[in-house]
């Protein structure tokens, strides 16, 4: 079955500084990739998502890149926030009824 | 507009005793519903999901069931509650096959 890791666990960055999170997949099927931000004591909220017929995505200050032949797509965030420390995780779905998700990013943005 | 409900908000147990945590969604028909468990700093592990009224898929054994009465009503359920059942339980519905979940607001369930 699917399986997607996630680095690094734990970034820490500047104010203003870009930060980028990178997962890797094993099923070649898999062909959408949705990003989730968790705040402390909060759900997981989608931020953006990709498919596989698509090699990058831009929303704001976020985008997302994916490298169909190398299985790997990322996340990057620039001019960060205070607000952007969160929880992120990476997913991937092969178009069935379960997302795999990856173990999480905790990213801290210093003032 | 969809919405997602999940209650109660915290919830503190004893041993041995039962749970039952309910999520609805509103806003929407024939939701794909999932029930989730996190451990204090640590991922997301899919407890139950299920594609439709009474179709419930385990991917984790023993202490917990769940069960979907309603379209739009999915329940989480144990008879006796564990320490190892403490977590923060997050419910997700999304539209179908290939789409974005969206989580509800999460039950911080402690065991004592």
């Known amino acids: 079955g699917e399986n997607v890791e996630q680095h690094p666990s734990t970034l820490s960055v500047q104010e203003g500084d870009s930060a980028v999170i990178k997962c890797t997949y094993s099923d070649s099927a898999s062909n959408y990739f949705p990003w989730y931000k968790q705040e402390l004591g909060k759900g997981p909220q989608l931020i953006i998502d990709?498919?596989?017929?698509?090699g990058e995505k831009k929303d704001q200050r976020i985008a997302v890149t994916l490298n169909k032949t190398a299985k790997h797509f990322s996340l990057h965030i620039t001019e960060t926030q205070p607000e952007d420390s969160a929880v992120y995780f990476c997913a991937g779905n092969t178009g069935g009824f379960k997302t795999i998700f990856g173990a999480g990013t905790r990213l801290f943005v210093k003032a | 507009s969809q919405t997602i409900h999940q209650w109660p908000a915290t919830l503190v147990q004893p041993v041995g005793s039962p749970l039952s945590l309910e999520c609805t969604v509103e806003?929407?028909?024939?939701?794909?519903l999932y029930w989730y468990r996190q451990a204090a700093g640590r991922g997301l592990q899919l407890l139950f999901y299920s594609v439709g009224i009474g179709q419930i898929s385990s991917e984790v054994p023993q202490n917990l069931s769940a069960s979907r009465p309603q379209d739009r009503q999915f329940i989480l359920s144990s008879k006796k509650l564990l320490l190892s059942d403490s977590g923060f339980y997050l419910c997700?519905?999304?539209f179908g096959q290939g789409y974005g979940y969206t989580f509800g607001s999460g039950t911080r369930l402690t065991v004592v």
């Open positions: 806003g929407t028909s024939n939701p794909n």
């Open positions: 997700a519905w999304t």
């Open positions: 990709i498919r596989s017929n698509v």
